[in-house]
């Protein structure tokens, strides 16, 4: 899984209908739900803060600690002709995030003009292909010798570092734990979280660790990265300075998004 930084985006690949069977939540991102860890230091959340959110895991052109968020609303478009089933499941999982990331205007649109987001759903062997449409034969090839991606991120930032537009490319039958693996990661990193780090193992930006949902402790990083007081261009001393006063409004969004989950599973648990 790869961040593009500042490239262009080309032509959507056209594939025939794939048929993907609606299915309850997959057992293994059940479990990873369960399993996760909850609690977390101020030191915790602030190293892979930094680690995440001001590095890149492949960029092309000079490269520069600072940090990258969208500045306007996010508006995403779902090339889902590949299989409109998996469209309706990104449509849920951009709701989610727009539930947990506080101070972020993000929605699916069907306008291609005023979107900035492009999602493109392939089937697996169809991949590679668009990558080598999207990004041209030399980046591609880069692209898929440094890291053999299993689906892509990439984000176009602007002389301030403000995200103007960013683009997922997700295969569709790849399985279903893979799939929304891939889309949860892809779809965090193209607002910002650009880098992966195997030292943050709570992380899903960490190609050790699967989680296949919006967990605990990247709900902090983007609620962070997203706060109106961190600002595109940003440096690690400038966040730095303003931690103290973040870090305690963090904690309260994400207990309460958390506690409001709890008591809707306890309310379904009640009624069933």
């Not at 899984?1 to 609606?22: E, K, N, S, V």
């Not at 479990?31 to 680690?51: P, S, V, W, Y």
């Not at 506690?259 to 309310?267: G, N």
Request: negative net charge.
């Amino acid at each position: 899984m790869i961040r593009l930084l500042a490239t262009g985006f080309g032509a959507a690949a056209l594939l025939g209908a794939l048929a993907i069977p609606a299915l309850a939540e997959d057992p293994d991102i059940s479990r990873h739900r369960t399993e996760q860890r909850l609690t977390f230091t101020d030191a915790e959340i602030r190293e892979g803060f930094f680690k995440i959110a001001l590095d890149a895991e492949l960029q092309f052109g000079a490269r520069a600690h600072r940090i990258r968020k969208f500045g306007e609303p996010v508006r995403i478009l779902v090339d889902g002709k590949v299989s409109p089933e998996r469209a309706a499941a990104l449509a849920a999982i951009v709701r989610d995030i727009r539930a947990r990331i506080d101070h972020l205007d993000i929605a699916v649109t069907d306008d291609r003009k005023v979107a900035n987001f492009v999602v493109t759903l392939v089937a697996a062997d169809q991949l590679l292909p668009t990558i080598r449409a999207r990004f041209g034969i030399e980046r591609a090839r880069q692209i898929e010798h440094s890291l053999n991606p299993q689906c892509l991120s990439g984000i176009a930032k602007d002389g301030a570092y403000r995200i103007r537009r960013a683009e997922v490319i997700l295969p569709v039958d790849a399985g279903e734990f893979a799939f929304y693996d891939c889309a949860y990661e892809e779809m965090l990193q193209a607002l910002g979280a650009i880098n992966d780090d195997p030292s943050v193992p709570w992380t899903m930006f960490n190609d050790d660790v699967l989680m296949g949902f919006f967990d605990v402790y990247d709900q902090y990083l983007l609620n962070i990265l997203y706060d109106p007081r961190i600002r595109p261009g940003m440096t690690r001393k400038e966040v730095e300075n303003l931690l103290p006063e973040i870090l305690p409004t963090t904690r309260e969004l994400v207990r309460r998004n958390n506690t409001r989950d709890q008591a809707s599973t306890s309310a379904q648990t009640h009624a069933n």
